[in-house]
């Protein structure tokens, strides 16, 4: 395999003993390639643009600038790398706010090294790491954020679209719900984060929670 085959990952956490143990774990995979560690948010920038990775592992609490702000922050470069927040409780609140920020999904810190290889390759090839149930648990824990989804105006079949996204469906399952193409669902899905200006199905789904326009239950 090539260089320009492996992903390049940072690993972001203030525990050594975290970093030391996911390195392990993923350099021990033929297409994973640690290239930086930082302990604090606050190195990030300067380490992302020195390494250029695909993909940051981002813890969310740290001393000085944490996982929510650090993620802002790498996601308003061009190009950004993505972004994937490890936290140790799965209740975190600042998951929630991590997602928003624009993270491309969360794992926990005691989750099989076999669950972190597999994470880092789903959102290295551009997809969302989405785990609906966790996102309506922390999503619903909060009072609602506004109408800001509903003056989005989607249309019926956006509407739809959006709430099998917020069960986990992927494209091709939406599709075979609605009968549709997938080419079909697929502008759908598009037309949905362009008109909520988000920037992939994560924040739309949290969006979707926050705003009550997706019902628990």
């Known amino acids: 395999m090539t260089r320009t085959e492996r992903i390049r990952i940072v690993l972001v956490d203030d525990e050594p003993l975290v970093r030391t143990g996911l ?23 300067g380490l992302v643009e020195a390494a250029r990775p695909d993909v940051v592992l981002m813890d969310v609490r740290m001393p000085r600038v944490d996982g929510i702000a650090a993620t802002s922050a790498l996601l308003a470069r061009d190009p950004a790398p993505r972004v994937l927040v490890v936290t140790t409780f799965e209740n975190d ?19 099989r090294p076999e669950e972190f290889v ?8 551009g997809e969302s790491l989405l785990f609906p149930d966790a996102v309506r648990r922390l999503a ?13 105006r989607l249309t019926e079949r956006e509407g739809e679209v ?19 193409g997938v080419e079909t669902v697929r502008t759908h899905v598009g037309n949905v984060l362009a008109k909520l200006g ?6 739309a789904v949290v969006h979707a929670y926050e705003s009550g326009f997706v019902r628990t239950g």
């Not at 600042?94 to 926990?108: S, T």
């Not at 880092?120 to 090839?125: F, Q, S, T, Y």
């Not at 494209?171 to 609605?178: D, M, T």
Request: aromatic residues 2%.
């Open 93 to 111: 609140d600042h998951v929630l706010d991590a997602l928003r920020a624009g993270a491309h999904g969360f794992l926990l810190k005691r989750a």
């Open 23 to 45: 390195r392990a774990i993923l350099e021990a995979e033929p297409d994973l390639d640690v290239v930086g560690e930082a302990g604090d948010g606050v190195e990030v920038p």
């Open 198 to 203: 988000v920037r992939d199905r994560t924040q």
């Open 162 to 180: 959006l709430r099998l996204m917020a069960t986990g469906l992927s494209n091709a399952e939406i599709a075979g719900r609605l009968y549709l």
């Open 118 to 125: 597999q994470a880092v390759r789903v959102v290295a090839r």
């Open 140 to 152: 619903t824990a909060r009072p609602p954020a506004g109408d800001e989804l509903r003056a989005a």
